[in-house]
C-alpha cells in the first residue's frame, strides 16, 4: 500500500514468528452478529485542535444521527461474505496473503473458480480481517445494503448499494461517491473521526485525545480492567516483546481491551488495523483514500486525531481493515410512513365491524 502520512514516514518492522495453524470452521452465507452502536449529537461542532492540512479540513462534525460498527469488520464476518458472492471472486475479494502472510486473518480459499469456498481459523474469525482493499470494503458494505444476498457479484449483490461500482477496480475512483439513498456504508472520515473522539452529551462536549475517552497515553495490557489500552507498537519496551503483544497474533480480539471503548461505545477505534474511510486524502490532488487509527505495527501517536495516513483505494496489506456505518431514517419519514399506514389501519376497522 502507497501510504502518504501527516508526520514522518513510519517504520514497517517484520517480526517473523511461527503460527499454530488451529481448527477452521466454514461460515455460510449471511451473518447476524454485526454490531452497530448509536452516534448522536447530531450538528456537534468540529475539532478545532487540529487541521488535516491536505485542503484546511477540520474533522468531526455530524449532522446527522448513524450507527456504526461497534468492531472493525471481522475476519468470520469477511468469511461470510466471501462465500456469499465470491463462488467466482471476478473482483480480488480474497487475498491469499490472508492465509499465507504471517500476518493474516487465516481466512483459506479452497476448490476452483466457480465452486470457491471459504473458512476461517476459529481463534482468528473474531480478530480484524485485513489485506482488503477500499473497493472490497465498499463491495462489503453494497453487500450489506442489498441484504446479505447470495449470488455473483453483480448490482444486487456488490455492484450497486452506497456505491455504484459496476465492476470499477482502479486507483482514481474520486468520482464514485456515496449515493444519496445509502443505507451501510464505508465510514468517512468525519463519521469515523467524531465516533472516535468525541465526548458525546451534547453539541459542544468536545473531544478526547484517544479513542478510549482519555487524554493520557493509553497502555498495552490486555489484563488491565480499568481500561485504557490499545493495540500498538511501543519502541520503549524491550525489542523481543515489542509486538506482537499477544504473540502469536498480532492483532486482538475485538473488544479485547476492557473499558477502553469510546464515548459511544466503539471498540479498537485505536490501534489493532488502520481503518479505511472513504474520505478522499486530497480530492484535488490525490487519488489515495484517507485511512484513520493506526495499528498493531504502528507508534502511539496514529491513535490521536492529528495523524493519519493515505493508501491507494486498490491496495491491501497486513496493517488496513475497515469498519462500516448504517444509515438511521430521520424521524419524518416515520412519520410520513404512519401517514400512509393510517388510511389502511382505518380500512381495516371498518371491514372488522
Do not use: H
Not at 489515495?288 to 490521536?304: A, N, W
Amino acid at each position: 500500500m502507497k501510504r502518504v502520512f501527516a508526520v514522518t514516514a513510519v517504520l514497517a518492522l517484520l517480526c517473523l514468528g511461527s503460527l499454530a495453524r488451529a481448527d477452521v470452521f466454514n461460515l455460510g452465507p449471511g451473518l447476524t452478529n454485526l454490531e452497530t452502536v448509536s452516534v448522536g449529537d447530531a450538528g456537534n461542532a468540529v475539532d478545532y485542535r487540529y487541521c488535516r492540512v491536505e485542503g484546511n479540513i477540520y474533522c468531526g462534525s455530524v449532522p446527522y444521527t448513524y450507527n456504526i460498527g461497534k468492531y472493525e469488520v471481522t475476519a468470520g464476518q469477511y468469511t461470510a461474505f466471501l462465500n456469499a458472492v465470491a463462488k467466482t471472486d471476478s473482483y480480488g475479494l480474497y487475498n491469499a496473503s490472508m492465509l499465507s502472510s504471517v500476518y493474516g486473518c487465516k481466512i483459506q480459499q479452497t476448490g476452483i473458480s466457480g465452486d470457491y469456498s471459504y473458512s476461517v481459523a476459529s481463534d482468528y474469525a473474531n480478530r480484524p480481517v485485513n489485506y482488503v482493499s477500499f473497493w472490497d470494503s465498499c463491495r462489503f458494505a453494497n453487500w450489506l445494503s442489498n441484504g446479505q444476498k447470495s449470488g455473483a457479484s453483480d448490482a444486487t449483490t456488490t455492484e450497486d448499494g452506497a456505491y455504484s461500482l459496476y465492476g470499477y477496480t482502479g486507483l482514481d475512483g474520486r468520482s464514485i461517491q456515496r449515493n444519496v439513498n445509502w443505507n451501510w456504508a464505508v465510514t468517512n472520515e468525519d463519521e469515523w473521526y467524531k465516533a472516535a473522539y468525541y465526548k458525546g452529551g451534547g453539541t459542544n462536549a468536545g473531544y478526547w485525545q484517544f479513542p478510549t475517552q482519555s487524554d493520557a497515553t493509553p497502555g498495552r495490557d490486555l489484563d488491565d480492567v480499568s481500561g485504557n489500552n490499545a493495540n500498538y507498537y511501543d519502541r520503549n519496551i524491550d525489542p523481543y516483546v515489542e509486538y506482537p503483544i499477544q504473540s502469536p497474533y498480532y492483532t486482538t480480539v475485538a473488544g479485547e481491551f476492557q473499558n477502553s471503548d469510546s464515548a459511544y461505545g466503539t471498540f479498537d477505534q485505536g490501534g489493532n488495523v488502520w481503518e479505511w474511510s472513504e474520505t478522499f486524502f486530497d480530492p484535488i490532488n490525490s487519488a489515495d483514500c484517507v485511512i484513520r487509527g493506526g495499528g498493531f505495527e504502528f507508534y502511539i501517536m496514529f491513535l490521536s486525531p492529528g495523524d493519519y495516513g493515505g493508501g491507494t483505494a486498490y491496495s491491501e496489506d497486513e496493517t488496513t481493515g475497515f469498519r462500516v456505518v448504517q444509515a438511521v431514517p430521520e424521524p419524518s419519514s416515520f412519520i410520513a410512513g404512519a401517514a400512509l399506514m393510517m388510511p389502511l389501519l382505518a380500512r381495516r376497522r371498518r371491514r372488522g365491524k
